[in-house]
């Protein structure tokens, strides 16, 4: 039995969404201890957005769509 067969029809992730899922994963996990070493709120809460929202989108281009407007967001609020 081939191992793709297993699968049952899985649609794996593009090598884009990986990348993009990562990326903003570590820039939500740096955002979210700036945050909670200057004791911000808001910076904490994007930084868990932008480590959790991969999760719930499905396609690449809302997926650096999103991750570019939250890292922009966490850009204006760092100080």
Request: with cysteine; glycine share 12%.
């Amino acid at each position: 039995m081939n191992a793709i067969d297993t699968l049952g029809g899985l649609d794996l992730p593009s090598p884009a969404y990986l990348l993009g899922a990562l990326l903003f994963g570590i820039c939500g996990y740096v955002v979210f201890r700036r945050g909670k070493t200057a004791a911000s709120s808001q910076l904490r809460w994007t930084g868990i957005a932008l480590m959790l929202y991969p999760y719930a989108v499905a396609q690449t281009w809302l997926l650096w769509l999103l991750g570019a407007a939250l890292c922009g967001w966490a850009y204006r609020q760092w100080e």
